[in-house]
């Protein structure tokens, strides 16, 4: 069994890995340009700000949309994990951002944040 979502969802487990974008929120804008992330994950790009989508089912039987944004040399700013929000999982829905226990804490990209949303 794959680890669990987060510590701070301790009975979400991935339970299919899609790796894939579709969602069924709305539309990307044309000012965000395509490319092609690690993993085939499909992503976005927009003054110098990248994001990566994926959906994942879990074992609480709902798919997750999981929003992963980045810049090259420091965090993104509020404004922009607000914006990713509103683009990539909506306005009118919610998002959580998990801050783990030191033990459980993983860090593959330094100037990352991540937003998790149920679909």
């Known amino acids: 069994m794959s680890p669990p979502l987060s510590p701070c969802l301790p009975n979400l487990r991935r339970i299919a890995d899609s790796r894939a974008q579709e969602t069924k929120r709305r539309p990307v804008p044309d000012c965000w340009q395509p490319f ?65 226990r030191d033990e459980d804490y993983v860090n593959l990209m330094p100037y990352c944040l991540h937003l998790w949303s149920p679909e």
């Open 36 to 100: 092609q992330g690690p993993y085939g994950l499909g992503g976005y790009e927009r003054d110098g700000l990248r994001v990566l989508l994926s959906v994942d089912r879990m074992d609480d039987g709902r798919r997750w949309l999981h929003v992963s944004l980045s810049r090259a040399r420091a965090l993104p700013t509020w404004e922009d994990l607000k914006l990713a929000k509103d683009i990539f999982i909506g306005r009118n829905h919610e998002a959580v951002q998990v801050l783990p």
